[in-house]
């Protein structure tokens, strides 16, 4: 287990968490440039989490090797879950588009990361020939 992933991966997480629940943003951004930024998030945010848990290129498997659709199941409740926290308090307000933002962005971490498997797999079938 590198523990330099996993710090980053939970270290991003947090991040996410107390930006999406601090009363004013720190940066006021367009509508959507909102949504591009709650993408850009929960892809780094997933593609962290599924490179320190389930493979990586140069370590191979991780601790979870099966545990890829959870990881992205667990980035879009994340995401769910915080705006529905954002719209029980009174100083931020849920947005249905930012979930489904968050959700293309999960997608898009797990899309890279599969892609990087495949090109970590065909360099090794390259070396074997």
Avoid at 49 to 78: H, T
Avoid at 86 to 101: G, L, T
């Amino acid at each position: 287990m590198d523990p330099t992933v996993w710090t980053t991966s939970w270290l991003l997480l947090a991040l996410v968490v107390f930006l999406s629940l601090v009363p004013e943003s720190p940066v006021a951004l367009s509508d959507g440039v909102d949504k591009i930024a709650h993408g850009f998030a929960y892809a780094a945010l997933t593609l962290s989490f599924l490179l320190a848990g389930v493979w990586r290129p140069g370590r191979g498997r991780g601790r979870y090797p099966m545990g890829a659709i959870w990881i992205v199941v667990a980035a879009v409740a994340v995401g769910v879950a915080i705006e529905i926290v954002q719209d029980i308090e009174s100083y931020r307000s849920m947005d249905a588009f930012d979930a489904v933002a968050d959700a293309l962005g999960a997608a898009v971490g797990a899309s890279i990361w599969a892609a990087l498997k495949i090109v970590d797999g065909s360099k090794n079938r390259c070396a074997e020939a």
